[in-house]
């Protein structure tokens, strides 16, 4: 197995991007506390779902089972959010005039119907508002001359947004774009975003939009490069934790992950290797320049 994941990360690095080179960078930012532990992949059953990285844990829980935000629909909506967030440096995020608007924004497709796009990312929009993010950081800390370990702990509970939004509502039939499609989020988020906004590439997130994993991927890679200075080693346990809690078996997230990152690869060239337990990343440039 090891041989393989080893020879498939090589052949990606060798390999000519597919992805047009002409394609500039477009500058975007993501929250860190959604990179160090990620959102679902896929449907939640309970209401409740929880990720660990280390000393970090993501808790998300909504009212009603099933009802909790997953995919890739979230992902592009934060990664807009964040980057309307920073960039403008106010809690008010204009959506567009209507549905269609937005959807152009986030690089999705327009389709209408009961199973269509557009029902599809209104009712991910409401999961993802309505969800309540719990955020906490434990870092352990030992008194010389006790022995005693104590804890520091961060602890952080959020609601993305301030109040309830009906999305693209009309306000008015005489309007020609009567449409509410502000929303306002919550001052505990936008603390925390502008606190450290990690950089990201929007175009990268739209060519990985067809995968919430390569998307998590990608973003990860652009956080970790962007601090490391020497090579850093993850144990797979530690990346289905943080990556994949979706999984029953280690062996098929190694895959799966595998083969996603074989496809950011191509976008984001990071030297990154096989090792017997894990994988090695080593220090290299950022994908979004860095500033003076």
């Given amino acids: 197995m090891t041989s393989s994941i080893g020879a498939m990360i090589q052949d990606a690095l060798g390999m ?15 929250t860190r506390a959604l990179i160090m532990a990620t959102m679902p ?4 059953d309970g209401n409740v779902f929880s990720r660990s990285n280390g000393n970090y844990k993501l808790h998300m829980s909504c009212g009603e089972a099933g009802d909790l935000p ?7 909506i934060m990664a807009y959010l964040c980057s309307e967030v920073v960039k403008k440096k106010t809690r008010e ?19 209408g119907g009961k199973r269509g796009s557009v029902p599809s990312l209104k009712d991910q929009l409401r999961r993802l508002f309505r969800a309540s ?4 950081y434990k870092t352990k800390k030992t008194i010389s001359n006790t022995g005693i ?16 939004v009906e999305f693209w509502e009309k306000t008015s039939a005489s309007q020609i774009q009567g449409w509410r499609t502000q929303i306002t989020l919550s001052e505990n988020f936008y603390e925390e975003l502008m606190r450290s906004p990690v950089p990201i590439d929007l175009n990268a997130i739209h060519q990985l939009r067809e995968s919430s994993l390569a998307m998590d991927i990608y973003v990860w890679l652009t956080w ?67 500033t003076p």
């Fill in 93 to 111: 995020v204009w959506l567009g005039e209507n549905c269609s608007t937005f959807m152009r924004d986030l690089g999705l497709h327009i389709n």
């Fill in 224 to 290: 970790r490069i962007f601090n490391l200075d020497k090579p850093m080693k993850f144990t797979w346990q530690s990346l289905m934790a943080q990556f994949g809690s979706d999984y029953k078996f280690l062996a098929n997230f190694k895959v799966k992950f595998t083969e996603q990152l074989k496809k950011v690869l191509q976008i984001y060239p990071v030297k990154i290797s096989s090792v017997a337990d894990g994988l090695l990343l080593f220090p290299g440039a950022t994908h979004i320049p860095r």
């Fill in 41 to 44: 992949h896929s449907r939640v």
């Fill in 16 to 30: 000519e991007s597919e992805i047009e080179k002409h394609i500039a960078i477009k500058h975007g930012f993501m």
């Fill in 133 to 136: 993010i719990f955020f906490e």
């Fill in 149 to 164: 370990a104590t804890y520091n702990k961060l602890d952080l509970h959020i609601n993305l947004i301030s109040k309830t």
């Fill in 70 to 76: 997953y995919g890739k629909r979230p992902r592009l």
